[in-house]
C-alpha cells in the first residue's frame, strides 16, 4: 500500500498506472510524495527548492535553455511522437513577434525553438548511430514511473530506460564523459540512481548514458556498488532535511526557518 503525505492510499499496481499520466506524476505526486530532483535539490541548498516552491506557487518557473534542450533531447531519443508534437519556430527570442503569436495558439508547454530542435536531432542522430547504445534503445521499456515506500515515506521516480535488470538514465552536459563521473558526485546523481533501484525491485544495475552537447563524446558510465550505497546515504540525510524544513509548512514558514540558519565554520 502507497500513503502519500495527504492521506490517500493506494496499491501499488494502481498508482503506478495512474503515474502514467503526466498530470498525475508531475501534478498531483509532485505534491504528495518525494522525488530525487526534490531532495537533491535540498542538498545542494534547501533555499534552492524553496525557490522552486515559489515560482511554481507563481507559475512562472522559467527554464534555462539548457534545461530546454535537455528536455528536448530526451523527448527525441525516447518519446519521438512527443518531439515531433510540439511546435517549432525559427524566432531567436522568446518575445519575438512570431515566438509570441506561436504561443497564443499552442501554448508555452508547446512551443520551442527551432535551433534547439535542430540540436536536439544533431545529438540524437549521434546516440542513434551508435550500434550497443541503438540495441540497448531498441530492448528498453522508456519512462517508466515506478512509486513506492522507502522508510515509509512516498518516493516517486520514472526511469528513462529500462532494458531486462538494468535502469538506464540519459544526461546531458558540456563536460567531458570523464568528468561527468565526477558530476554524479558533485551533482547528486548517485542519490538518483539509488532511489530507482530501491523503486525497481527488478533491477540490479544504473548505468548512465551521457552526451557532450558541444563535441557528442558519448559515455556509457556504470555506477558501482559503493557510489549506490554512498547515495542511500544521501537520500536519509535530504529526507530528514525535507522533514525539518519543508513538511506540511507554508512557504512563509519555510522561509523563516532558511532565514535563521547560518553556517558557522572557520577560516582555513
Not at 545542494?44 to 518557473?61: I, V
Not at 530526451?74 to 512570431?98: C, I, M, Q, S, T
Not at 565526477?182 to 548512465?208: C, T
Not at 552537447?213 to 549506490?228: F, H, M, N, S, W
Request: glycine share 6%; with cysteine; charged share 30%.
Amino acid at each position: 500500500m502507497i500513503r502519500l503525505f495527504n492521506g490517500e492510499n493506494y496499491g501499488v499496481e494502481e498508482i503506478n498506472t495512474l503515474a502514467n499520466s503526466d498530470e498525475f506524476y508531475y501534478g498531483h505526486l509532485a505534491k504528495h510524495a518525494l522525488s530525487s530532483s526534490m531532495l537533491r535539490n535540498i542538498l545542494n541548498s534547501p533555499n534552492t527548492q524553496l525557490k522552486y516552491m515559489e515560482d511554481a506557487a507563481k507559475g512562472k518557473g522559467k527554464e534555462s535553455e539548457a534545461l530546454i534542450l535537455g528536455k528536448l533531447t530526451h523527448w527525441l531519443y525516447l518519446e519521438p511522437d512527443v518531439f515531433y508534437g510540439k511546435h517549432y519556430v525559427e524566432a531567436e527570442r522568446v518575445n519575438a513577434k512570431e515566438y509570441k503569436d506561436a504561443v497564443s495558439k499552442y501554448g508555452n508547454d508547446n512551443v520551442f525553438k527551432a535551433k534547439h530542435r535542430n540540436i536536439a536531432e544533431w545529438l540524437c542522430e549521434k546516440l542513434d548511430n551508435n550500434e550497443e547504445l541503438r540495441e540497448i534503445r531498441k530492448n528498453s521499456e522508456v519512462e517508466v514511473p515506478s512509486v513506492g515506500m522507502i522508510d515509509d515515506v512516498p518516493v516517486r521516480s520514472e526511469a528513462d530506460m529500462v532494458c531486462g535488470d538494468i535502469i538506464y538514465d540519459l544526461k546531458t552536459g558540456i563536460t567531458s564523459p570523464e568528468d561527468f563521473e565526477w558530476k554524479v558526485r558533485n551533482m547528486h546523481y548517485d542519490l538518483q540512481a539509488w532511489i530507482y533501484l530501491q523503486l525497481f525491485p527488478q533491477a540490479k544495475e544504473f548505468k548512465f548514458i551521457y552526451i557532450n552537447k558541444i563535441t557528442r563524446d558519448i559515455g556509457l558510465i556504470d555506477v558501482p556498488e559503493e557510489v549506490i550505497e554512498r547515495g542511500g546515504t544521501k537520500y536519509r540525510l535530504a529526507a530528514d532535511a525535507y522533514f525539518k524544513i519543508f513538511h506540511n509548512c507554508t512557504l512563509d514558514e519555510i522561509k523563516y526557518k532558511l532565514d535563521q540558519h547560518i553556517y558557522r565554520g572557520t577560516a582555513k
